[in-house]
């Protein structure tokens, strides 16, 4: 029997910036093992979700829990122990330019370790941290560029180094933002198969955004459809009319195209 309790659970989420409502009473969840595709226009609040869901947009309003857990209005030790068990892959890869590929991936647990950063160092890691490390490092198929720096790998190669380190963190659910973005469309594929195989493999959960609408239906199980800051479209991919997924980019997309987006402090 699949566990009914979703792993991430926003409710009727507010969020503002200024007198402007960017996130307009979100309401959606990502059940376990679940791999949700965000789509939505450029500006409709995808990003600002994103944040949201790390506890890092000003929520006006609504919550988020990870595994039941509240993020938004959370104390800084509950906060900090959730983000622990998000991983996230973003679009220019985020690695350390002064580490190498397996010292990033070791930055993966960093946050569960006591002396912090150190744990990157080969002399400090723990010996099952940099076995684990190397088998990330493998899972990717990048065991033999372990000592190289992300300057000395392309940026498809650099990417599966974030993927190697979110494997490393052991994450409840993976918050992929634009995966792809940096990368050439054969690229971007490969790193897609990747982290989809990957997340399936370890039965993670994911929420991740893409602009590319034929790789969410490829790729994802559920389609969340962001417009001007509402959810418009929240269905399995298989059940899709292709023009729902159209009128996501047709006419007010952006917050500030729409009516009502003023707040009451305007
Ligand atoms: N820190 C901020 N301060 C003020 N306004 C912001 C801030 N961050 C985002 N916004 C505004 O919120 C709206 C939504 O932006 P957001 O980045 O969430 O959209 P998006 O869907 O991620 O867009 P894209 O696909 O281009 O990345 C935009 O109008 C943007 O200008």
Redesign the pocket.
Known sequence: MTDPAPVLDVSDLHVS?GDLA?LRGVTFSVGRGEGVVLL?A???????LMRAINGLAPAASGQVSLDGVPIIGARRAPLRKARRRMGYVFQQFNLVPQLSAFQNVLFGVMGQRPLGILNCLNSVARGEDRERALDCLDRVGLADRAQHRPTELSGGQQQRVAIARMLMQQPSLVVADEPIASLDPKAGREVLDLLWRIVDDEGLSMLCTLHQLDLAQEYGDRVIGLKAGKVLIDADTDSIDPARLDALYEGAS???DATGAKTAAA
Do not use: A, D, L, V
Request: proline share 8%.
């Open positions: 910036y960017i939505g450029n500006g409709s609040g995808k990003s600002t952006r917050p500030e």
